[in-house]
């Protein structure tokens, strides 16, 4: 009985250490597309924060969403660097707290151009690189935090001052 205990202890610590390392070829991808300045990022889902008090809105959606996770696979979407400039078109599902114009055609999150301001640090223990875009447009200001993953993966942070958060996941890749 005792064995078997020592067999399940050594079996659960190596499963939970078991985080995947980076390899050199990936960080050094990375960082090489950092330094290039030219990437884009495309989500895959979008998941907004506090759309519990909107009923029906299931319905609406797209097929393979729920309300905390939505799916964006056919939706074109992208946030595009290129060096200094940002070229921004997403869509946004979540709850306008303030109006931000009559007659928009467009609820979406759109931007073309430079950041007011933009700052970047490298999480060397967790192995992920932060890029934080403090962007304004006509009628809102945003705070975008887009984390980047030696594998290709990404996530989007996107705080507004006039609507909730939403979260976006998805992979990124350089531009050639």
């Known amino acids: 009985m005792k064995q078997i205990l020592y067999i399940f202890v050594i079996v659960l610590l190596y499963s939970c250490s078991s985080t995947k390392l980076a390899t050199e070829k ?14 884009i990022f495309e989500a895959n889902s979008a998941n907004p924060v506090a759309f519990a008090n909107v009923r029906g809105i299931e319905n609406l959606l797209p097929p393979g969403s729920n309300t905390a996770s ?4 056919n939706n074109p979407n992208y ?3 290129r060096n200094d400039s940002l070229y921004i078109s997403l869509p946004y599902f979540g709850e306008q707290q303030l109006s931000i114009g009559y ?4 609820s979406g999150i759109q931007f073309e151009g430079i950041p007011k301001k933009t700052t970047s640090k490298f999480n060397k223990k967790k192995q992920k690189q932060e890029l934080v875009f403090d962007v304004r447009t006509e009628g809102e200001s ?10 290709r993966s990404a996530k989007l942070d996107v705080n507004s001052s ?4 939403i979260f976006y ?3 990124w890749k350089p531009i050639e």
Do not use: A, Q
């Open 142 to 151: 945003l705070k975008m935090v887009l984390t980047l993953y030696p594998n």
């Open 79 to 81: 946030l595009r660097v």
């Open 103 to 106: 007659n928009s055609s467009n």
């Open 169 to 171: 996941y998805g992979k």
């Open 26 to 39: 990936e960080l050094s991808d990375l960082n090489s597309t950092l330094d290039k300045g030219y990437f």
């Open 162 to 165: 006039h609507r909730t958060s």
């Open 70 to 73: 939505i799916n964006l696979v």
